[in-house]
């Protein structure tokens, strides 16, 4: 079976500062996707960033960098220069190719002025 | 990025009736699409998997003929939640697919039902 799991339920940084959501997850699979997606109080989920997992490489999108390390089965996120607008739900989330995902329990990140 | 288009974003029904919420691919065709439900602070949980033209697969607890899907065509899936009863209020989110290749499934903005 595929997990994801989250556990920090809750978070919270000071403005600029740099914060890092942990992801944990199981798959039997060889080819397989991680996300990260942001839920604001919107309610419409956002993707912030995604890993496949045949690229060594961390993925990198302006202030949010992944650290995959595959043999241990991590994905944790890392914000940069945190802002007051990535207050929101971070959820992990596990894909296979036919696009389904595994979503992990969320963290809910505040960022405090 | 793809759009995605669910409605309507929130809906009021009275228990025992039906109601349908729409999820369209509005400038992609989407072969995949995925409906979740997510309760208030809690995570997203896969619901069912519908395949343009074929029937659905709905995960395990999933009560299929509570939950009826029809994915009629490549822009357009349906979700009919059937005699609905207050533990059924709930955020019901579809995403969708496009073609082979194409790993990332895109979401709609999600539809609130309230059951009175």
């Known amino acids: 079976a595929q997990t994801v799991t989250q556990s920090q339920p809750e978070m919270s940084v000071q403005e600029a500062e740099t914060v890092t959501l942990s992801c944990t997850y199981d798959t039997s699979e060889n080819n397989y996707y991680l996300f990260w997606y942001k839920q604001p109080p919107s309610r419409q989920m956002i993707l912030v960033i995604r890993?496949?997992?045949?690229?060594?490489q961390n993925a990198t999108e302006n202030r949010f960098s992944v650290n995959f390390q595959k043999a241990a089965k991590s994905f944790s996120l890392k914000i940069s220069d945190s802002q007051l607008g990535d207050t929101a739900m971070y959820f992990c989330a596990l894909g296979n190719q036919g696009g389904k995902l595994i979503f992990g329990q969320g963290t809910e990140l505040s960022v405090k002025p | 990025g793809a759009v995605v288009s669910q409605h309507p974003s929130w809906v009021i029904c009275k228990s025992g009736t039906s109601v349908k919420i729409e999820c369209r691919s509005l400038?992609?065709?989407?072969?995949?699409m995925f409906w979740y439900r997510q309760f208030p602070k809690q995570s997203l949980m896969l619901m069912a998997t519908?395949?343009?033209?074929?029937?659905?697969?709905?995960e395990q607890g999933v009560e299929k003929d509570k939950f009826l899907i029809n994915h009629a065509s490549l822009t357009l899936s349906t979700l009919t939640v059937t005699s609905a009863h207050p533990e059924d209020s709930s955020f019901y989110i579809c995403?969708?697919?496009?073609?082979?290749?194409?790993?990332?499934?895109?979401f709609g903005q999600g539809t609130r039902l309230t059951v009175v």
């Open positions: 400038d992609f065709q989407a072969t995949t």
């Open positions: 890993q496949e997992a045949y690229k060594q």
């Open positions: 995403s969708a697919r496009g073609g082979k290749g194409i790993a990332e499934a895109f």
């Open positions: 519908s395949n343009e033209g074929s029937k659905a697969t709905y």
